[in-house]
């Protein structure tokens, strides 16, 4: 049988000393006082809370829509959201009944269509 030995190498042992022997070149900036060119500035936020620039959610508008009188559907909530239905029916069944505690109730209309409806919470 054949030993294997493992040997350092000569980089690792040193590795503070071999960055402090690196010079820069002639003319070169020093790292600190680099300015990286690609990277453009952040512009500065502008944070003005007013009630004009409060934009809806999209879990409000499904709220909105489920608390009607006669309800939504499924297509109605994917219109409002640009959701896909099966994203639709996960955030009926894990936000609105799960998470918030609503009572989602479904009548099957007349011409076929589910409408689901939520009823309000009251106080305890």
């Not at 809370?49 to 499904?62: F, G, M, P, Y």
């Not at 269509?113 to 919470?121: D, F």
Request: net charge positive.
């Amino acid at each position: 049988m054949s030993t294997i030995s493992l040997k350092k190498s000569p980089r690792s042992s040193n590795n503070a000393a071999a960055k402090a022997s690196v010079k820069s070149k002639p003319g070169s900036k020093p790292r600190s006082a680099r300015v990286d060119s690609q990277q453009p500035e952040a512009p500065a936020l502008k944070h003005n809370s007013t009630a004009d620039d409060h934009k809806t959610t999209k879990q409000e508008r499904v709220l909105t829509l489920l608390s009607r009188t006669d309800g939504a559907s499924i297509h109605e909530i994917m219109q409002a959201t640009k959701w896909q239905q099966h994203s639709v029916r996960g955030f009926l069944a894990g936000t609105v009944k799960k998470k918030l505690g609503f009572t989602l109730t479904s009548v099957k209309g007349k011409d076929g269509s589910r409408r689901y409806q939520i009823e309000p919470k009251r106080n305890r």
